[in-house]
């Protein structure tokens, strides 16, 4: 008596590079010859990272497989690579201009219906990612929303959106919803940054698709362009998390008319800080040693002179800049005798930026007079 077994099958391995981000290694289910256990090979060296990133899903039960006649179906997410980043404020039609606590994104992906390997069906849709923070708490939050754009998947089928971050980062948030065309929903994903220091924590979402008659299912992993930093490096105020990505300016020199003037006219003939010029950005120095270092090379009697009665000497770049003193050439550094109650004025300003906008060192920033 002859005793024919169901047929086996083997997963071959095709590797997506989503450009800049993540490597994700897509399952495609083949038919071998062989009626011997199938047994994954063994990854080649393009795909050792990837490996993390497969379904752990176990296969079907011979049981399983039988019952929808011999057949295998998988369910399969894909993350599309994201558009090209932003400019520093620029608006898009999803995304409003980012600022030094917000930024978006757009991205688009796939949930792929395969039998046997072949495709059966899909679903695209467009994710919009809108994160928050705050300059005084180590929580942020990013709103996720989903619009289902087409869809021709088995009736009932839908996904989880699941959030995580790298350590100390931490978030335990999910979405879920619809996968039908023209579906619409919308959550938010809670985070908690916990480091004494500071860190950029890598911002992740994790979808998983839900097809009933799926025998398998491969979630897809995709890495946000979205940035965070969270700090504790400001005395006597809470931690706080900016976007990085965001260059701030600050305006409060205005203020002081004849400082504003040396400012204006070093700027003028090339100077850093001007805003818009991230290449010229100014970048601050926090070491007390450095910045005196710098107001000895800039604002030193043996540099000014004797100082009028009243005045003091105010320079640019600021001595708490790692532009300040004689980083820079000549030409893009200077002094100025102004009114001693502007520079005492011009110390609580130049402080006051720098915390709420926890610009700590080397962070970059604009000047603008």
């Given at each position: ?85 932003r400019g520093h404020a ?226 640019y770049p600021f001595a ?17 005798f102004v009114p001693a ?29």
């Amino acid at each position: 008596m002859h005793h024919f077994l169901p047929a086996r099958f083997e997963r071959a391995r095709r590797t997506i590079v989503l450009p800049g981000l993540v490597t994700l290694t897509l399952g495609v289910l083949a038919p071998t010859a062989s009626a011997a256990p199938s047994r994954p090979a063994a990854p080649a060296a393009a795909d050792v990272t990837s490996a993390r990133l497969r379904s752990t899903s176990p296969p079907p039960s011979p049981e399983r497989a039988a019952g929808f006649g011999g057949h295998t179906r998988q369910a399969k997410a894909v993350w599309d690579p994201p558009a090209p980043a932003r400019g520093h404020a620029q608006a898009t039609a999803a995304c409003p201009a980012m600022t030094r606590f917000t930024d978006c994104e757009t991205r688009t992906g796939r949930v792929l219906w395969l039998v046997d390997g072949a495709p059966q069906g899909e679903a695209d849709y467009r994710s919009t990612l809108e994160l928050t923070t705050k300059a005084n708490s180590a929580a942020f939050t990013v709103k996720l929303t989903i619009q289902v754009q087409s869809s021709n998947l088995p009736a009932g089928s839908g996904a989880d959106f699941e959030a995580d971050c790298d350590h100390p980062c931490a978030t335990n948030s999910s979405l879920s919803g619809s996968m039908a065309a023209g579906a619409g929903y919308s959550g938010t994903f809670s985070y908690t940054d916990t480091t004494t220091s500071h860190h950029e924590p890598q911002l992740t979402v994790t979808i998983t698709p839900r097809i009933p008659e799926a025998d398998t299912t491969q979630p897809g992993r995709g890495v946000l362009q979205l940035r965070v930093r969270c700090d504790d490096e400001f005395e006597r105020l809470l931690a706080g998390c900016v976007n990085p990505a965001y260059i701030p300016t600050m305006t409060t020199m205005t203020q002081l008319p004849d400082i504003a003037t040396n400012i204006r006219g070093i700027q003028a003939r090339g100077g850093y800080g001007v805003p818009g010029h991230p290449a010229q950005a100014l970048h601050r120095e926090s070491d007390p040693a450095e910045q005196d270092q710098n107001r000895e090379e800039a604002c030193s009697i043996r540099v000014t002179g004797p100082r009028p009665a009243g005045k003091s000497c105010d320079e640019y770049p600021f001595a708490s800049t790692k532009e300040g003193g004689n980083a820079l050439p000549a030409l893009y550094h200077g002094w100025a005798f102004v009114p001693a109650d502007q520079q005492n004025r011009q110390a609580g300003f130049i402080t006051g930026f720098y915390k709420q906008n926890r610009v700590i060192d080397n962070d970059p920033f604009y000047v603008q007079v």
